[in-house]
């Protein structure tokens, strides 16, 4: 892509209590600073934010496994398009660095692959693995990942017919110190509550869905700084999960019933505690990419400050992840809207303008 002049205008969120009136994008790259050009400049104007994040989602992946390259094209594609420029893939049987090279979509922080523990997970997504493996496995992704590890931390026990941690903890917490001296973090797929207790125990960086928090384990997850990525618009499921498997395991689907009723009271819970919080949707695997608005506006059903869900998705998030924002010299990926997010987190919805690596995607 040739990246033009563009001279953006209106309220630029550079963070959650700054905003400047007007920017350019030059080379690619934002400037505050008015450029020497004598040419033509485009221009855009609106409320602007970072390109947003979507902190859990798996390119490459559809409900059968790993999808051909081109649908992986596609997934990344409807991401952008809906304002979603930096995706953290959480475990995925594709290797999709490929899409590195292709300039108009967005960037990839990826987990590699999910580690399972053996016949405990959905077939075709990870490496299904015994727990005298688990830190062998670990290092291998560690090394081949962008700083991240996905465990599947719990599943249904068929013995038992209901939500089972999936590792024994001193063997978890062997795995995630290998994580740590490879250079990368651990996050997991963690419904139950028992899990919760046990990655804290072992020293997690994140946890996925995290359904199962209770006052206990919100307690650890505070004082640690591990955080969630709730995935409420996957959540949503639940019931659908509980409904398949009632007739076999009824304890299993009276349990997902109960983790999605108090699923607001339970993200709630954890953001007044001050667990750190991101936006994820979980796309990928049974649900449609392009989710993005759908789950901040979750997150604010939830109890979230609209100020708290938005910076969840772009300013907190992009810390989080290593990733610059609306910042003098970063990469300009940024949204456009027509009004203020700020006072109303639907607006993520509709997205005027997306400015991709300093071009107009849209």
């Known amino acids: 892509m040739t990246s033009p002049v563009l001279h953006v205008r209106g309220s630029i969120l550079v963070g959650p209590h700054e905003v400047q009136d007007e920017a350019w994008i030059l080379g690619g790259r934002i400037t505050f600073e008015e450029p020497r050009h004598s040419g033509d400049i485009d221009s855009v104007t609106g409320y602007v934010l970072p390109g947003l994040v979507d902190a859990h989602c798996h390119v490459g992946l559809d409900h059968h496994g790993a999808v051909p390259p081109e649908v992986a094209i596609e997934q990344a594609t409807t991401d952008r398009d809906a304002g979603a420029l930096l995706l953290r893939d959480a475990g995925s049987p594709l290797d999709t660095r490929f899409i590195d090279e292709l300039e108009d979509l967005p960037k990839i922080i990826r987990a590699g692959r999910h580690l399972a523990r053996t016949r405990r997970y959905i077939p075709g997504f990870a490496h299904e693995i015994d727990p005298q493996d688990l830190v062998a496995y670990v290092r291998a992704q560690a090394r081949i990942g962008d700083g991240w590890v996905k465990l599947v931390g719990d599943w249904i026990d068929r013995a038992a017919g209901d939500l089972l941690p999936c590792w024994p903890v001193e063997i978890l917490t062997a795995a995630i110190e290998a994580a740590h001296q490879e250079g990368a973090r651990v996050t997991a797929h963690c419904f139950g509550e028992q899990s919760l207790r046990d990655f804290a125990e072992a020293g997690t960086d994140c946890i996925e869905h995290a359904t199962g928090l209770t006052n206990d384990s919100i307690d650890a997850f505070a004082a640690a700084g591990i955080a969630i990525v709730p995935t409420l618009v996957n959540i949503e499921n639940f019931p659908q999960f509980a409904a398949a498997g009632a007739a076999k395991f009824p304890a299993y689907a009276d349990h997902m019933r109960d983790l999605h009723a108090r699923r607001y009271e339970t993200v709630g819970a954890a953001y007044e505690a001050g667990v750190p919080i991101y936006v994820g949707t979980d796309a990928g695997g049974s649900l449609p990419h392009g989710l993005v608005a ?69």
Not at 319 to 328: F, H, I, K, P, Y
Not at 331 to 342: G, H, M, Q, T
């Open 294 to 362: 759908q789950e901040v506006s979750e997150l604010v059903t939830a109890g979230m400050s609209t100020l708290d869900a938005l910076s969840a998705a772009t300013w907190a998030a992009r810390d989080w992840l290593g990733r610059q924002g609306l910042a003098e010299g970063a990469p300009a990926d940024l949204v456009v809207y027509a009004e203020d997010p700020r006072d109303n987190v639907r607006v993520l919805a509709d997205p005027q303008h997306i400015v991709l690596r300093g071009c107009r995607v849209r």
